[in-house]
């Protein structure tokens, strides 16, 4: 989980926070270098999930989301649909197998 400024870090504890209640492993990397970088160091480490969270989200309550082996972004996606789909794929797999970011 990684949010794009230090302003953001609380909305992303609050985030991690509902997703390990789910059983989710979920690392919050603080705004203390630039995202680019951070998306990269994810990506390299790959992480099935990099949630990104900005002054969008946090307005509107949803998240970014990077899953591993996409090009395209998902952006306004909700917490609680989020959580669903990560429900769904542990269920699926049988393993709670899902970081979010590095």
Do not use: C, Q, W
Request: aromatic share 4%; no cysteine.
């Amino acid at each position: 989980m990684l949010s794009v400024r230090d302003i953001h870090d609380d909305y992303a504890y609050e985030v991690a926070s509902a997703l390990r209640a789910d059983g989710v492993r979920v690392h919050v990397t603080e705004a203390t270098e630039p995202l680019g970088g951070r998306i990269r160091n994810a990506k390299l480490e790959k992480i099935p999930y990099i949630v990104v969270v900005g002054d969008d989200d946090v307005a509107g309550r949803t998240l970014g989301i990077n899953a591993r082996g996409s090009n395209d972004p998902e952006r306004g996606v909700t917490i609680d649909a989020f959580r669903d789909r990560l429900r769904n794929e542990i269920d699926r797999r049988g393993s709670p197998e899902v970081t979010s970011a590095a």
